[in-house]
């Protein structure tokens, strides 16, 4: 059994846990079985054993004297996709893009307009 997380809202205290039966050593998934997520509040019983208390990280599971808590594993590798499964389409990198610079061109000499002509002597 694996804890995948907890929701714990007011009084509303939920625990998405998965059979770790359905994942081989490694993290393959068994071709087969169901790997999907369930939800068990507090109080309910998954194969004998009763979900005793739920917090942020923990959840503990009673049955009799036996106490088993399971803790949430952020580090934890698991491959979810079947065994079948295609394998992710290749992504091509982006294609570079050359900076844009000014160019230095030369430059022409100012021509005469009025404005210079209204500013020269007349002879």
């Known amino acids: 059994m694996v804890l995948l997380g907890t929701a714990i809202i007011g009084t509303n205290q939920v625990a998405i846990l998965q059979d770790g039966g359905g994942v081989q050593p490694g993290?393959?998934?068994?071709?087969?079985?169901?790997?999907a997520p369930?939800?068990?509040?507090?109080?309910?019983?998954?194969?004998g054993f009763t979900l005793s208390e739920i917090a942020d990280k923990r959840v503990v599971f009673t049955r009799g004297p036996s106490r088993v808590e399971l803790v949430l594993d952020y580090f934890r590798n698991v491959d979810v996709r079947p065994a079948s499964a295609t394998p992710p389409p290749?992504?091509?990198p982006p294609t570079p893009v050359a900076p844009r610079v000014v160019p230095n061109l030369p430059r022409r000499q100012r021509l005469p307009g009025k404005a210079d002509a209204e500013s020269e002597p007349r002879p």
């Open 27 to 35: 993290g393959r998934a068994v071709p087969g079985q169901s790997i």
């Open 38 to 47: 369930m939800r068990l509040r507090r109080g309910e019983m998954f194969e």
């Open 90 to 92: 290749q992504v091509r």
